[in-house]
């Protein structure tokens, strides 16, 4: 088992910048890539990034406008995933969830991952 804990969310103004943690424990953290999700009231859970084991190669959504805003990163040494949010917009305004895949392919879909966080929410305000 891998428990998942997402903090750093909260209510911010259009612009600001937010970095969220998704903290480990349990099994080795370093044997799961790890992505982030987020989901805004009414809409469906969607991909926004993923990070293999090493932490080398990160993957972003295409469909969303996050690249150049958005950097995800990972220290296995602290059991930690980060997601650096600048130039927030108020569309991102959702729950953000992180979670833990054995596989390490398909990551850009939320049934490739074994372990879920159960989210931090983040406001941003026009």
């Known amino acids: 088992q891998v428990q998942l804990v997402e903090s750093g969310g909260g209510l911010v103004q259009a612009g600001a910048s937010l970095r969220l943690s998704c903290t480990a424990s349990g099994r080795t953290s370093s044997n799961y890539a790890v992505g982030w999700f987020r989901q805004a009231p009414g809409k469906e859970r969607e991909f926004v990034a993923t990070?293999?084991?090493?932490?080398?190669?990160?993957?972003?959504a295409d469909s969303l406008d996050i690249k150049g805003r958005f950097t995800i990163s990972r220290d296995n040494a602290r059991n930690t995933v980060y997601l650096q949010m600048n130039s927030l917009k108020p569309e991102d305004t959702a729950v953000y969830y992180c979670?833990?895949?054995?596989?390490?392919?398909?990551?850009?879909?939320?049934?490739?991952?074994?372990?879920w966080g159960r989210g931090t929410q983040v406001t941003v305000s026009s």
């Open positions: 990070i293999n084991r090493s932490g080398v190669t990160p993957y972003y």
């Open positions: 979670a833990a895949a054995a596989s390490s392919i398909g990551l850009r879909l939320a049934r490739t991952y074994d372990y």
